[in-house]
T-cell receptor, first 113, second 117 residues
């Protein structure tokens, strides 16, 4: 069975500061990893994904994540955040068939002016 | 491409009543997923379809829950004899399936918020 742990439920940060949202997973098989974002009153949308290849993955809106197999982590980073990045961020893992996807509990990123 | 749509957007029902939700996926997508999301939690996997075949069903889905995708297009999720614990946002997503990098991206609908009184 797979599981996902998002280590921070809320992350407050000032505008233009860097941010890291942490995600650890557990699985006995190879996995695919995803970060989804949910803006207020909107549906979830994909930020980025790791399927294979380079462990550093770049996504939309200047976000990137690094897959670390030895530490079973997939932390999300952005060097400089904007007010508009305020949202809920979900880390997710699926088997390599891409079928059943398990989501973490989410991290609420709050960007302050 | 109009995205994934879900109807109704909100449903208030009394305990013990049956409810049915509909999901219309992106037209060329052959995979369809149902999730439940409660306040402060991430989406919980309920079930998924490959075309019209229901390939996996979570243990979270009691016998009161049933999902169908009769022609491999739209899907319905029915909850019988609703309980207050069923109150949640029910999300539907679709994807084109494996084979390409983009095939694993799930596109989510806006959800149906169920309130059981």
């Amino acid at each position: 069975a797979q599981s996902v742990t998002q280590l921070d439920s809320q992350v407050p940060v000032f505008e233009e500061a860097p941010v890291e949202l942490r995600c650890n997973y557990s699985s006995s098989v190879s996995v695919y990893l995803f970060w989804y974002v949910q803006y207020p009153n909107q549906g979830l949308q994909l930020l980025l994904k790791y399927l294979s290849g380079s462990t550093l993955v770049k996504g939309i809106n200047g976000f990137e994540a690094e897959f670390n197999k030895s530490q079973t982590s997939f932390h999300l980073r952005k060097p400089s955040v904007h007010i508009s990045d305020t949202a809920e961020y979900f880390c997710a893992v699926s088997d390599t068939g891409g079928f059943k996807t398990i989501f973490g509990a989410g991290t609420r990123l709050f960007v302050k002016a | 491409d109009t995205g994934v749509s879900q109807n109704p957007r909100h449903k208030i029902t009394k305990r013990g009543q049956n409810v049915t939700f509909r999901c219309d996926p992106i037209s060329e997508h052959n995979r369809l997923y149902w999730y439940r999301q409660t306040l402060g939690q991430g989406p919980e996997f309920l079930t998924y379809f490959q075309n019209e075949a229901q390939l996996e069903k979570s243990r979270l889905l009691s016998d009161r829950f049933s999902a169908e995708r009769p022609k491999g297009s739209f899907s319905t999720l029915e909850i019988q004899r609703t309980e207050q614990g069923d109150s949640a946002m029910y999300l539907c997503a679709s994807s084109s399936g494996g084979g390409t990098q983009d095939g694993y991206e799930q596109y989510f609908g806006p959800g149906t918020r169920l309130t059981v009184t």
